[in-house]
């Protein structure tokens, strides 16, 4: 492990204006200094409003380096991470076979403007995996992927109406922010400034894992098949069946938001759990290995009408990069059968611990798992685990702050939102998991008073 960061010391500091004495030594920046130095040329400090922990409050820990199921801060802080890049990297950070595919990838040049081997293998390993994706279109984020949709859905069908749920979470795009996610449950706002009221005209928002009447001017349904941004919350029986047959009666496109669940859940994603097939699937985080990517893949026919077969522009400059699709291709090469049984255990694992650990200190929570998933809801305000939005907002925020802070002191990183998701993945082993256990048990110590 390295020692200091070449990045800042008492002399640079007072050069640029930093507090000196915000310093843990000459060359030892604090997580405090450098968010500081940071807010000074980036709003708010951070590249995703979610890290700058505005709703648990105090300081991010700044990461100067990470490795499997750990993140090192620039104080040289160790934390076992349950964030991992919000699930991105399900191998683990610096997982040696990433590594290696992202060097290798690098060596050959970083991006062309001309098509490659490497995103065509990419391609061909998702559609042979989850069968409803035809034909895939590589895009450089999740959002990037739903907003396409969105353009897809409604160039395809000639309607405009888009239907979501709430508390449902599909990116920063116009048309799909009339009610928030995580994102914005957690910053308690109704919706976003900046979106006209006519970018949301067209976009229903209903309640989650109940199946709605549709009309014929729908163009298409957009659901997190198993919501994890509220929470980890479960489809109900027969809610994505109806939804499936609801779109069919009006003909209207059935749009899976999988960039959580996607090589998530397991190989065929939540679509193979459910067994209920989309029409079009949206796709980032996992596939991409830790490097931004997004991925669209539906129906021939639908995606057909994309540009530049079709009428439905879409286009990116970085679109199908060959390292984000080198890394991507790496980790889905690792994600076998055996390995979801793994995370599977390790997800019920967690939830069994978290638990157990509360409740020994009277904190009452619930930890819910669904497949590889695990969520978090505080308070004793539900008897069972949240079925929807309105559930989820129950929780018990100030609660999980504590929480929050209480394990962060003791070397563990959760997500700071409550109404995040928490990823283990194969760096999570049984000895890291009783590390995990004990800082845990230490961190909640006194909380519930
Ligand atoms: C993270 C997420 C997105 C957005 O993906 P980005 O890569 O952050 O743009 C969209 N939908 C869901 C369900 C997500 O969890």
Same mark, same amino acid.
């Given at each position: 492990? @390295?020692?200091?960061?070449?990045?800042?010391?008492?002399?640079?500091? %007072?050069? *640029?204006?930093?507090?000196?004495?915000? =310093?843990? !030594?000459?060359?030892?920046?604090?997580? +405090?200094?450098?968010?500081?130095?940071?807010?000074?040329?980036?709003? #708010? !400090? $951070?590249?995703?409003?979610?890290?700058?922990?505005?709703?648990?409050?105090? &300081?991010?820990?700044?990461?100067?380096?990470? +490795?499997?199921?750990?993140?090192?801060?620039?104080?040289?802080?160790?934390?076992?991470?349950?964030?991992?890049?919000?699930?991105?990297?399900?191998? !683990?950070?610096?997982?040696?076979?990433?590594?290696?595919?992202?060097?290798?990838?690098? !060596?050959?040049?970083?991006?062309? #403007?001309?098509? &490659?081997?490497? +995103?065509?293998?990419?391609?061909?390993?998702?559609?042979?995996?989850?069968?409803? =994706?035809?034909?895939?279109?590589?895009?450089?984020?999740?959002?990037?992927?739903?907003?396409?949709?969105?353009?897809?859905?409604?160039?395809? @069908?000639?309607?405009?109406?888009? $239907? &979501?749920?709430? /508390?449902?979470?599909?990116?920063?795009?116009?048309?799909?922010?009339?009610?928030? /996610?995580?994102?914005?449950?957690?910053?308690?706002?109704?919706?976003?400034?900046?979106?006209?009221?006519?970018?949301?005209?067209?976009?229903?928002?209903?309640?989650?894992?109940?199946?709605?009447?549709?009309?014929?001017? %729908?163009?298409?349904?957009?659901?997190?098949?198993?919501?994890?941004?509220?929470? $980890?919350?479960?489809?109900?029986?027969?809610?994505?069946?109806?939804?499936?047959?609801?779109?069919?009666?009006?003909?209207?496109?059935?749009?899976?938001? +999988?960039?959580?669940?996607?090589?998530?859940?397991?190989?065929?994603?939540?679509?193979?759990?459910?067994?209920?097939?989309?029409?079009? &699937? =949206?796709? /980032? *985080?996992?596939?991409?290995?830790?490097?931004?990517?997004?991925?669209?893949?539906?129906?021939?026919?639908?995606?057909?009408?994309?540009?530049?077969?079709?009428?439905?522009?879409?286009?990116?400059?970085?679109?199908?990069?060959?390292?984000?699709?080198?890394?991507?291709?790496?980790?889905?090469?690792?994600?076998?059968?055996? $390995?979801?049984?793994?995370?599977?255990?390790?997800?019920?694992?967690?939830?069994?611990?978290?638990?157990?650990? =509360?409740?020994?200190?009277?904190?009452?929570?619930?930890?819910?798992?669904?497949?590889?998933?695990?969520?978090?809801?505080? #308070?004793?305000?539900?008897?069972?685990?949240?079925?929807?939005?309105?559930?989820?907002?129950?929780?018990?925020?100030?609660?999980?702050?504590?929480?929050?802070?209480?394990?962060?002191?003791?070397?563990?990183?959760?997500?700071?939102?409550?109404?995040?998701?928490?990823?283990?993945?194969?760096?999570?082993?049984?000895?890291?998991?009783?590390?995990?256990?004990?800082?845990?048990?230490?961190?909640?110590?006194?909380?519930?008073?």
């Amino acid at each position: 492990m @390295t020692g200091t960061i070449p990045f800042c010391d008492a002399s640079t500091c %007072v050069a *640029k204006g930093c507090q000196p004495t915000l =310093c843990k !030594g000459a060359g030892i920046p604090s997580n +405090e200094e450098m968010f500081q130095r940071s807010a000074r040329s980036i709003p #708010g !400090g $951070v590249n995703s409003s979610i890290r700058a922990f505005k709703s648990v409050g105090g &300081t991010p820990y700044i990461v100067a380096r990470a +490795e499997g199921a750990r993140v090192w801060d620039v104080e040289s802080n160790e934390l076992i991470d349950l964030v991992q890049s919000y699930g991105a990297v399900i191998l !683990g950070h610096a997982h040696p076979k990433v590594t290696a595919a992202i060097r290798d990838a690098a !060596g050959d040049g970083t991006s062309y #403007g001309a098509p &490659t081997p490497r +995103e065509m293998k990419l391609a061909e390993a998702i559609s042979e995996r989850v069968p409803s =994706c035809e034909r895939v279109r590589f895009m450089n984020s999740g959002t990037e992927s739903t907003s396409t949709a969105v353009r897809l859905a409604r160039g395809a @069908t000639g309607r405009k109406r888009i $239907v &979501t749920f709430h /508390g449902n979470f599909h990116g920063a795009t116009d048309a799909l922010l009339a009610a928030g /996610g995580s994102g914005l449950a957690t910053l308690g706002l109704p919706g976003t400034a900046g979106v006209p009221e006519e970018a949301v005209a067209n976009t229903w928002v209903l309640p989650y894992n109940v199946v709605p009447q549709l009309d014929n001017d %729908v163009a298409a349904v957009f659901v997190e098949p198993v919501a994890a941004n509220m929470g $980890v919350v479960a489809p109900a029986p027969g809610f994505l069946e109806g939804l499936r047959a609801e779109c069919d009666r009006v003909g209207a496109l059935l749009v899976f938001d +999988e960039v959580i669940t996607g090589f998530r859940l397991g190989l065929g994603g939540a679509q193979a759990k459910y067994d209920v097939r989309p029409d079009l &699937t =949206c796709f /980032g *985080k996992v596939i991409g290995g830790g490097l931004p990517i997004g991925a669209l893949g539906g129906r021939k026919d639908i995606m057909e009408n994309l540009t530049p077969l079709g009428s439905v522009f879409h286009a990116g400059t970085l679109a199908g990069n060959p390292i984000a699709t080198a890394a991507g291709l790496a980790a889905l090469n690792e994600l076998t059968p055996d $390995v979801y049984m793994e995370l599977l255990a390790r997800a019920r694992a967690l939830s069994a611990m978290l638990r157990d650990a =509360c409740s020994s200190e009277g904190i009452h929570a619930q930890f819910p798992v669904v497949g590889t998933l695990v969520g978090m809801h505080f #308070g004793n305000s539900l008897h069972d685990a949240p079925t929807n939005f309105e559930e989820a907002k129950t929780t018990d925020e100030e609660l999980f702050k504590k929480v929050f802070h209480g394990v962060l002191k003791a070397g563990v990183a959760l997500p700071p939102g409550a109404y995040e998701a928490l990823f283990v993945g194969l760096a999570h082993t049984d000895e890291l998991m009783q590390q995990l256990a004990e800082r845990v048990a230490k961190g909640l110590r006194g909380i519930a008073v």
